[in-house]
């Protein structure tokens, strides 16, 4: 089947690239207003983009009645954000922040998450969670139903039980995430194996 991103409805060009671009990381996004109020936001649209500097990239649209999110408001407002990585045991949490509740609802507090304060922003980090990164924003991207939001990792969180030995690499049996598939499918990393590449010799025999 062919399909014409340029002439399908919006819904139909979400279906089609969430459905096969997966599985998706998701990022629960924590901020806190100006005003003070702390608000979090489960998004699947998220990936890391480079190292150096450290960029990762966030992609939020409007609410269904086209209103700006709490999440890019308070972004814009405070020029800071913390990404949250998931696994199963916040996998609750990520469903009850992702409800569509009131601007003065804080959905942490709704799922009764502990929440710590943040080391080099202002926002709350999710004590639980595997790695929690700190960011300033560095440009905000803007188009008519989407923001694309480019923070710099300035602060990483790390659970200890996460990190090998040495302290440099992931623990594979430990750091399982959660990430999207498509509707209401996920997937957890906690069936993990190595593919190590031929060499050129192997291949020209």
Known sequence: ME???TELHPRDRYRLLTNFVGPRPIALVTTRSAAGRDNGAPMSFFNVFSHDPAILALGIQPRADGCEKDTVANIRDTGEFTVNMIDMALSRTMLICGLGVDSDVDELQLARE????????????????????????????????RVIILGEVVHMHV??????AQGRYVDA???HPIARLHADNYIVADRQFEL??????????
């Open 3 to 5: 399909f014409d991103l």
């Open 159 to 164: 659970r200890r039980d996460c990190l090998d």
């Open 173 to 175: 049996g430990t750091y």
């Open 114 to 145: 502990q929440v710590s304060p943040g080391a080099q922003v202002a926002c709350p980090r999710l004590t639980a969670s595997p790695c929690a990164m700190e960011c300033r924003v560095d440009r905000l991207i803007e188009y008519p139903r």
């Open 196 to 205: 190590k590449p031929p060499s050129l010799d192997e291949i020209a025999r």
